[in-house]
Structure formats: structure tokens, C-alpha cells
């Protein structure tokens, strides 16, 4: 069993008093980690140093050696792939191909692709004329927003944490990370690279810890914090959006979703089940962008949901070391509760269940996991519990539907706006379909493929910001202009 102890300027600290929780497999429910746990005065200590590299090492070392250090960041992560493939595995119970070849890999380019994004953005300035007709020159630049605070979610712990700490670093900030209490290993492990690469101490903290009234909390109303970015709950945005507001600090917000999936007749129908199929269940569904509404155009509906049945009763469960295995665990046996209350819910609102709808029977060593079916469902409402909020489990509703119109209004018959998928050879349709829906991205005949450089972020309840290429830059860095009279 590993103890993991919090990172703050540059060396691994216990809790001054001890405090510590413990960290399950959710494969099979074995405690795997005894994990320090922040109190006011380890948020403070992180903060503090996170300040004083800020002013110190960090800002005199200049953008040139900053992008290196991040590169080689990047390169000390690609040589220990197989630490960091193996800590998401411990702290996710995820099958190693999505690790390995997904989660892990997008860890190592978000600090490459940021820091080239910062070597090359572009100064803006503009000449303007003045009435004594020397003129005058006005030029942006680009400083660092401070000290970020990155609170982070648990199902894609390693990419969407480097997401936001490769954009922040490389625009000079320095960072206090609050992992997820249910994936708090690869967030301390890449204090061992930061160490490795010769990251000034205090540049990149890391305290562990829970969310209300603990770690989280404290880390989001410290006035030594500039701004907050964070990825989770829409419920949890709410409460630190409160928390920022004191000190007018700002936040860029990854909330959450309840995203369609549309698939027209014209599809390519194998391609169609394939996308819709892997945007529903992968990652055991805990994916914000995954799909849990799915609308059909009615002469494909009945084949459709046919096909999909028989891929959600081909998923083989295992651990992430089974070769065999495609189909991981949830996250933890509290959120097992949660989606197992819906798939009760689903019945009690008069669903037809075509497949799942419970726990898998499992082999005795494995039978303590978190494990549930994929599930798939019919004949619901639209104002149905189980159609509106996010369930965020390895499920979703299936729904036939008569016309473009039609389906464009039960896509966006929703507070969450964060991505749909579109499938159809009709290209004008997914043009305008594209302009109509209220999300932040529209994939068409794809799904879980993007650019780094494109922005990215949800719509209505979904989140607030974009981050991804210079769009990254808006939040991270503090614009300012200067004006010279010539
Ligand atoms: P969560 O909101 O429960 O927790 C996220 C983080 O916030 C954790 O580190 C938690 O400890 C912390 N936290 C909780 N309450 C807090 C508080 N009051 N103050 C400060 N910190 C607090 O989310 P989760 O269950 O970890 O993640 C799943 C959610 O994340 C889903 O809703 C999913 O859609 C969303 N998500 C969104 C995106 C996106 O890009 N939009 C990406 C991944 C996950």
C-alpha cells in the first residue's frame, strides 16, 4: 500500500496534524492508499509558496527557458509512461488501452502544445494619429494572471489536470492543485517529474484533500489565489463561483453535461454504433462529453437500438492488467449508489429496459468492485429524471424522432450545453444543425476528436470560458496595453 503525501515547495509534506484518508481500488474495493489530507494550514503553506515563486525563480527565468523546462516536462513524463499508465490504472480501475493510448499520452502534449502555443502568439499594436501629429503606439502585452488554483475531477485525472497546468505554467504562472480524493496518484507523481526536471520549487503544489468545508474549500477562498480553474459538477461550479466572488477573482469553469447524440438515416450505420456505442460507454460513461440522450431517425430506430444491445452485451469486465478486458469499473461504490438510483429510476418513470440495468455478476476476487451494466433504455418522456440530469454512468436513453426541426428542439430542451454528435452523409444538414445546437462542440460523424489548438468549453450550464491554443491565453494571462505618445 503507497502513502501519498501532498507536494508544496518542491518537497513531499505530511498533514501537521497528521490527518490522512484512505484510497479504494474500485476494481475491487482494497484500500491501495493512505493519502494526506490538507488543512487550512497545508492550503496556506502551498499558496505562500506558490507566491513567492511567482515573484522569485520563476518570473526572471524568462519565456525561452520556461517552453524548455516544459518540453522536458513533457519528455521526463514520456520516459516514466509506464509510472503514470499505472497510477491512472490504480486510481481508476480504466482498461489500459484507454490509459495508454487516450489519457496518459494527451498528459505529456498538454505541456508541450502550450508551451509552443506561447512562444508564438503575436503582440497586438496599433499606431494611432495625434492632433500634434507625432502619433502615439499602443501595444499589448501578456503578463501572468498569479497564482492558480486548479481543482480537479476523477475521471480523466491525469489529462484534464495537465490541461489546465500545462496552459498555466506556460504563461508564468505558478499553480496549487487539488486533485480528486478519488485519484489523487498521478497529480503527486508529477511532483516527482518537477523535481527530476528542476521545476523551481513552489511552482507546482499539490494538496490532497475532499471539497466543502475541506481542502477544496479552503484552496478556492484563499486570498492568495488569483484565479480558479476548475472541472467537475455544475453544483460544485456554483459554490466556488460564490467563493471567487470574493476578491473578484477569476474562474474558468469545465461543468457538467447531458449530451445527444443524433444519428439520421443516411448514416453510415456500422460507423454510427460505433461512435454513438463508444461516446456512451467508454470510460464506463464517466466522460463529460459522453453521450446519455440518443435520438434516432425513426426508419433506423428498432435496427439501431438492436445493434447497440448487442455491443453493451459484448463488453467484457476486468481489470486494467486483463488482456481480455474492455470494460472497467466506476469510480467508487459511492457513485455506483448514485447511477445504480437511476437505473431504478429509469423503471419507476416507465422505461423499457432493452439491456443492463443492474450490477454484472462478477468472480469472487472482483465481486466487492464498483461494477455496473451498460444499459440502455427506451420509451421515456423527455421529462423523465433519467433524460434531463447527468447520471454520468455507462447508460442512455434512446428516442426516435421524425424530423431535423424536431430533434433540434429536444437537443437543446436542456440546461447542460456542452457537445453533441451528429451522424449523417448530409453535409448542409450538419452545417446547419452545427448553428443551431447550443453546445460548445459539435462533433459530426466523429466524437472524442479535436485540435488542442480549438477552443473548447461548454455552453449554458455547461461552463464558463474557453480554454485550448491561444484561447487558453485569456484566462491565463493578464492583458495589459501600453500606450506611447511617439
Ligand atoms: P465534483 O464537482 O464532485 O468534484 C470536482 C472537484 O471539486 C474535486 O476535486 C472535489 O473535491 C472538489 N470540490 C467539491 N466540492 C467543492 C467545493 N465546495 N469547493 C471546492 N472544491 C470542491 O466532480 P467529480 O464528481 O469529481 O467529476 C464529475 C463531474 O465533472 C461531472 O459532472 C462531469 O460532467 C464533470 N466534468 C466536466 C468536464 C468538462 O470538460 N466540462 C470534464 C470532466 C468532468
Given at each position: 500500500m503507497r502513502t501519498l503525501q501532498h507536494f508544496i515547495n518542491g518537497e513531499f509534506t505530511s498533514s501537521t496534524q497528521g490527518q490522512s484518508f484512505d484510497k479504494r481500488s474500485?476494481?475491487?474495493?482494497?484500500?491501495i492508499a493512505s493519502v494526506a489530507e490538507a488543512g487550512e494550514a497545508e492550503v496556506d503553506a502551498a499558496v505562500t509558496a506558490a507566491r513567492r515563486a511567482l515573484q522569485g525563480d520563476w518570473a526572471r527565468l524568462g519565456t525561452d527557458k520556461r517552453v524548455a523546462m516544459l518540453h522536458a516536462v513533457a519528455d521526463e513524463i514520456t520516459r516514466r509512461f509506464d509510472d503514470f499508465v499505472e497510477a491512472e490504472e490504480a486510481d481508476t480501475g480504466q482498461p489500459h488501452h484507454v490509459i495508454a493510448h487516450a489519457f496518459v499520452p494527451r498528459g505529456a502534449a498538454n505541456f508541450k502544445i502550450f508551451a509552443d502555443v506561447v512562444k508564438n502568439v503575436p503582440a497586438e499594436s496599433f499606431q494611432m494619429e495625434t492632433p500634434d501629429g507625432r502619433g502615439a503606439l499602443n501595444y499589448a502585452i501578456r503578463k501572468p494572471k498569479g497564482v492558480i488554483a486548479v481543482v480537479c475531477p476523477w475521471n480523466a485525472p491525469f489529462l484534464l489536470m495537465t490541461w489546465k497546468v500545462g496552459p498555466a505554467l506556460a504563461c508564468g504562472n505558478t499553480v496549487v492543485v487539488k486533485p480528486s480524493e478519488e485519484t489523487p496518484l498521478s497529480a503527486t507523481l508529477l511532483g516527482e517529474v518537477m523535481n527530476t526536471v528542476g521545476v523551481p520549487p513552489g511552482v507546482y503544489n499539490v494538496v490532497h484533500g475532499f471539497g466543502p468545508g475541506a481542502a477544496g474549500e479552503f484552496l478556492t477562498r484563499?486570498?492568495?489565489?488569483?484565479a480558479i480553474t476548475f472541472t467537475g459538477e455544475t453544483r460544485t461550479g456554483t459554490a466556488i463561483m460564490k467563493a471567487a466572488a470574493d476578491g473578484i477573482r477569476d474562474v474558468s469553469f469545465e461543468l457538467g453535461g447531458k449530451n445527444a447524440g443524433i444519428v439520421f438515416a443516411d448514416a453510415d450505420f456500422d460507423a454510427a454504433v460505433d461512435g454513438i456505442f463508444r461516446s456512451a460507454f467508454m470510460n464506463t460513461g464517466q466522460v463529460?462529453?459522453?453521450?446519455?440522450r440518443v435520438y434516432v431517425e425513426r426508419p433506423l430506430f428498432d435496427r439501431f437500438v438492436q445493434a447497440l444491445k448487442l455491443r453493451c452485451e459484448a463488453v467484457k469486465y476486468g481489470r486494467p492488467s486483463d488482456p481480455g478486458a474492455n470494460y472497467g469499473p466506476l469510480i467508487s461504490q459511492e457513485h455506483r449508489r448514485k447511477v445504480l438510483s437511476y437505473y431504478e429510476r429509469a423503471v419507476a418513470e416507465g422505461a423499457t429496459l432493452v439491456t443492463g440495468g443492474g450490477v454484472p455478476p462478477m468472480p469472487a476476487e472482483l465481486a466487492d468492485g464498483a461494477w455496473v451494466q451498460p444499459t440502455l433504455w427506451t420509451g421515456?418522456?423527455?421529462?423523465a429524471s433519467v433524460v434531463r440530469e447527468?447520471?454520468?454512468?455507462p447508460c442512455c436513453h434512446v428516442r426516435p424522432f421524425d424530423s431535423e426541426d424536431e430533434v433540434v428542439v429536444l437537443a437543446n430542451a436542456n440546461r447542460y450545453g456542452l457537445s453533441t454528435t451528429l451522424w449523417t452523409r448530409d453535409l448542409a444538414r450538419a452545417h446547419r444543425m452545427a448553428a443551431a445546437i447550443e453546445v460548445g462542440i459539435t462533433w459530426v460523424n466523429s466524437w472524442f476528436l479535436r485540435d488542442l489548438r480549438t477552443p473548447f468549453g461548454g455552453s449554458k450550464q455547461s461552463g464558463i470560458g474557453r480554454e485550448g491554443g491561444v484561447h487558453s491565453l485569456e484566462f491565463y494571462t493578464d492583458l495589459r496595453n501600453v500606450c506611447i505618445k511617439l
Amino acid at each position: 500500500m503507497r502513502t501519498l503525501q501532498h507536494f508544496i515547495n518542491g518537497e513531499f509534506t505530511s498533514s501537521t496534524q497528521g490527518q490522512s484518508f484512505d484510497k479504494r481500488s474500485p476494481v475491487d474495493n482494497r484500500v491501495i492508499a493512505s493519502v494526506a489530507e490538507a488543512g487550512e494550514a497545508e492550503v496556506d503553506a502551498a499558496v505562500t509558496a506558490a507566491r513567492r515563486a511567482l515573484q522569485g525563480d520563476w518570473a526572471r527565468l524568462g519565456t525561452d527557458k520556461r517552453v524548455a523546462m516544459l518540453h522536458a516536462v513533457a519528455d521526463e513524463i514520456t520516459r516514466r509512461f509506464d509510472d503514470f499508465v499505472e497510477a491512472e490504472e490504480a486510481d481508476t480501475g480504466q482498461p489500459h488501452h484507454v490509459i495508454a493510448h487516450a489519457f496518459v499520452p494527451r498528459g505529456a502534449a498538454n505541456f508541450k502544445i502550450f508551451a509552443d502555443v506561447v512562444k508564438n502568439v503575436p503582440a497586438e499594436s496599433f499606431q494611432m494619429e495625434t492632433p500634434d501629429g507625432r502619433g502615439a503606439l499602443n501595444y499589448a502585452i501578456r503578463k501572468p494572471k498569479g497564482v492558480i488554483a486548479v481543482v480537479c475531477p476523477w475521471n480523466a485525472p491525469f489529462l484534464l489536470m495537465t490541461w489546465k497546468v500545462g496552459p498555466a505554467l506556460a504563461c508564468g504562472n505558478t499553480v496549487v492543485v487539488k486533485p480528486s480524493e478519488e485519484t489523487p496518484l498521478s497529480a503527486t507523481l508529477l511532483g516527482e517529474v518537477m523535481n527530476t526536471v528542476g521545476v523551481p520549487p513552489g511552482v507546482y503544489n499539490v494538496v490532497h484533500g475532499f471539497g466543502p468545508g475541506a481542502a477544496g474549500e479552503f484552496l478556492t477562498r484563499h486570498d492568495g489565489v488569483d484565479a480558479i480553474t476548475f472541472t467537475g459538477e455544475t453544483r460544485t461550479g456554483t459554490a466556488i463561483m460564490k467563493a471567487a466572488a470574493d476578491g473578484i477573482r477569476d474562474v474558468s469553469f469545465e461543468l457538467g453535461g447531458k449530451n445527444a447524440g443524433i444519428v439520421f438515416a443516411d448514416a453510415d450505420f456500422d460507423a454510427a454504433v460505433d461512435g454513438i456505442f463508444r461516446s456512451a460507454f467508454m470510460n464506463t460513461g464517466q466522460v463529460c462529453l459522453g453521450t446519455e440522450r440518443v435520438y434516432v431517425e425513426r426508419p433506423l430506430f428498432d435496427r439501431f437500438v438492436q445493434a447497440l444491445k448487442l455491443r453493451c452485451e459484448a463488453v467484457k469486465y476486468g481489470r486494467p492488467s486483463d488482456p481480455g478486458a474492455n470494460y472497467g469499473p466506476l469510480i467508487s461504490q459511492e457513485h455506483r449508489r448514485k447511477v445504480l438510483s437511476y437505473y431504478e429510476r429509469a423503471v419507476a418513470e416507465g422505461a423499457t429496459l432493452v439491456t443492463g440495468g443492474g450490477v454484472p455478476p462478477m468472480p469472487a476476487e472482483l465481486a466487492d468492485g464498483a461494477w455496473v451494466q451498460p444499459t440502455l433504455w427506451t420509451g421515456l418522456p423527455e421529462t423523465a429524471s433519467v433524460v434531463r440530469e447527468e447520471i454520468f454512468g455507462p447508460c442512455c436513453h434512446v428516442r426516435p424522432f421524425d424530423s431535423e426541426d424536431e430533434v433540434v428542439v429536444l437537443a437543446n430542451a436542456n440546461r447542460y450545453g456542452l457537445s453533441t454528435t451528429l451522424w449523417t452523409r448530409d453535409l448542409a444538414r450538419a452545417h446547419r444543425m452545427a448553428a443551431a445546437i447550443e453546445v460548445g462542440i459539435t462533433w459530426v460523424n466523429s466524437w472524442f476528436l479535436r485540435d488542442l489548438r480549438t477552443p473548447f468549453g461548454g455552453s449554458k450550464q455547461s461552463g464558463i470560458g474557453r480554454e485550448g491554443g491561444v484561447h487558453s491565453l485569456e484566462f491565463y494571462t493578464d492583458l495589459r496595453n501600453v500606450c506611447i505618445k511617439l
